[in-house]
Every structure is written in C-alpha cells, then in structure tokens.
C-alpha cells in the first residue's frame, strides 16, 4: 500500500508533464512514451559512472526537453500534424534509448541497464530506513507540491498566460504579436522534461531502466490527468495541477487493488483502459456535484447570496432619491 503512496506521488511528476501539453497547451503529444525512457536511460548511464544522482536528474530533464522541441519544432516549422510528429519522435527515441543504454558498458546498444548497486536519490531515505514508510510517502508528497507549486507560479507569468491563451485560442493571441510557434516548443520541452525526471525518478526508485519501461506511459499520464480532473475540474490552475497530483496516487491505488484482488501483470493496460474511461464518464453522470465538488471549484455558494441583497435594496434607494427632490 504504501509502496503505491510513493510510485503514485513519483508518477504525479510525470502527469504533472503530461497535464501542460494535454489540457494547457491542447496538444495530443505522444512523445512522452519515448522521452520516459530517455530519463531513465540518462540517469542509469550517469548512475552507473557514479555521478551524482541530482546531476544525473538535471540531465535527463535536459535530454527530455530536446527530445519534446523537437517534436514541436517537426509541428510547427515542419508542418506536421501534431499526433504525427510526436509518433515520429516516440519511434526514434526507442533506437536513441538504446544506444544511451550501450554507453553503460561500452556495446552498441543494450535494453536493461541495473543502478541498484549505485547511490540514487533515494539512498538517504534508504539508508534512514524510511523508504516504505509514511515518512518517505510525507517527504515525496511535499517535493511534488513544491514542484506543483512552480508550475502554478510559471502560468501565472506573462509567458505561461501566453502558453494558455495559446492552448485556448491560437489565432486570437498571435494577433497580439505572441510567437505561438515558440509556445508551442517550450511547452512541449518543458512536459518532456518533466517526463523525462520521472523517468529518471522510476529508475532509480526501481533500481534499474529499461527500454520498454514507457510502453503506453501516455495512458498512465492520461489517466492521472484525467481521473483528478473528473473530480477537481480544470477551472483554476492551481487546483486542476493539484487534481493531477490526486489522480496519479489514485491510479497507483486502483493498481495496486486489482492486483491484490488476483488479476496479473497483463491486465495492468487493460485496467489502465478501465479507469480512463470511468474518469470520463464521471462527469457525465454528475458524480462530482453530488459530492459538492461543483461548488468548491465554481464557487455556486456565494452567487445565489448575491441577488437577494441587490434586489432587496432597490426599493429603500428610490425613496431616498424622491425625498432629495
């Protein structure tokens, strides 16, 4: 159970990555399959030559980040369609993946590179004998909000309410001479980076990458995304950044009780599936106003309020103004 705290708060990094390009930006980007694996691959190669693990972090984010502009520049320059281009890089990461890996012991290309001899960080929780306990689960929970909490403070800067009205209407912000071609790219290396340290994160979490680690990661980032929205809405940034967060261990949990229930490994795409499609139809079957959810994100409570004491005052002000005259 806990074990799924701390994967559930690890892979909030990544829906937090998956929640820019998906619901800020409008954009369909499949890339995050690859550049998951491009973290992992970056930290392990630089774990394994024993560099430092929040080095080895900074590097994946920066690999990620390349790997996501590039996608957006084959969209925006190149005048490819955004599923298409973001496909076309997914599959190119895979052969990059490979040769990243090969650098760890000097071959060619190789598909599994191990870390669990090396120091991670996650050694220190390790070695205070936290790791598994709801100490770890505290510590993750407040990295992760500290990182929501930057990327609430980023769109709320000129640059990331460009990066919105860009996600929102295109046409409408470039007629204020906003360069959407190059919101279009940071955001998409800013999301692939993001991916890219959870990658990082995993893999040093797990002791190990492997190339097929991001196989259907989108579905994974998808469905945190979606599953918190479906009950904290995407009105205000800084609660729908939060409901990423919510979904991410929300996942992880629902995991985590299928297979305790029996079902195998192989059915964790299949229940990936399942919770995608419950969390769509969540808002469908109005589950979040019967929770009172409704209220807390549109704030329903204090507009009824409102109209009665206008229309109460009304009567008393006309009075007043014939008694001037």
């Given at each position: 159970m806990i074990g799924a705290f701390e994967l559930g708060l690890i892979y909030a990094v990544v829906a937090l990555g998956v929640y820019l390009t998906f619901r800020i930006l409008n954009f369909p980007d499949l890339t995050v399959d690859g550049s998951f694996t491009t973290g992992a691959a970056v930290a392990a190669v630089c774990l394994s030559y024993d560099m430092n693990p929040v080095l080895a972090i900074l590097l994946s984010f920066a690999a990620g980040a390349i790997a996501g502009a590039i996608t957006g520049v084959l969209h925006t320059y190149g005048k490819i369609d955004g599923l298409l281009a973001g496909i076309l890089t997914m599959i190119a990461l895979w052969s990059v993946n490979l040769r990243i890996m090969g650098i760890s012991n000097g071959t060619a290309a190789l598909s599994n590179v191990g870390i669990r001899s090396s120091e991670s960080a996650f050694s220190g929780l390790r070695e205070a004998g936290l790791l598994g306990t709801w100490g770890a689960v505290g510590i993750l929970f407040v990295a992760v909000f500290v990182l929501k909490l930057v990327i609430d403070w980023f769109l709320s800067t000129d640059l990331g309410l460009s990066i919105q009205a860009t996600g929102n209407n295109e046409q409408m912000i470039r007629s204020f001479g906003v360069n959407t071609d190059a919101m279009k790219i940071l955001t998409l290396a800013l999301s692939n980076g993001l991916v890219a340290v959870g990658g990082a994160l995993v893999a040093q979490y797990t002791?190990?990458?492997?190339?097929?680690?991001?196989?259907?990661?989108?579905?994974?980032?998808?469905?945190?995304?979606?599953?918190?929205?479906?009950?904290?809405?995407?009105?205000?940034?800084?609660?729908?950044?939060?409901?990423?967060?919510?979904?991410?261990?929300?996942?992880?949990?629902?995991?985590?009780?299928?297979?305790?229930?029996?079902?195998?490994?192989?059915?964790?795409?299949?229940?990936?599936?399942?919770?995608?499609?419950?969390?769509?139809?969540?808002?469908?079957?109005?589950?979040?106003?019967?929770?009172?959810?409704?209220?807390?994100?549109?704030?329903?409570?204090?507009?009824p309020a409102a109209a009665p004491a206008t229309t109460e005052a009304e009567p008393a002000a006309v009075p007043a103004k014939e008694a001037q005259q």
């Open positions: 002791g190990s990458a492997d190339i097929s680690m991001g196989v259907g990661l989108i579905l994974i980032g998808l469905a945190s995304v979606i599953l918190g929205q479906a009950f904290f809405g995407n009105r205000w940034v800084w609660l729908a950044s939060f409901g990423v967060i919510v979904g991410a261990v929300l996942y992880r949990l629902v995991i985590f009780a299928a297979l305790s229930a029996g079902l195998s490994n192989t059915d964790v795409r299949l229940i990936t599936a399942v919770i995608v499609v419950i969390a769509l139809l969540i808002p469908r079957f109005g589950i979040g106003k019967r929770l009172g959810l409704d209220r807390l994100m549109r704030g329903k409570q204090t507009e």
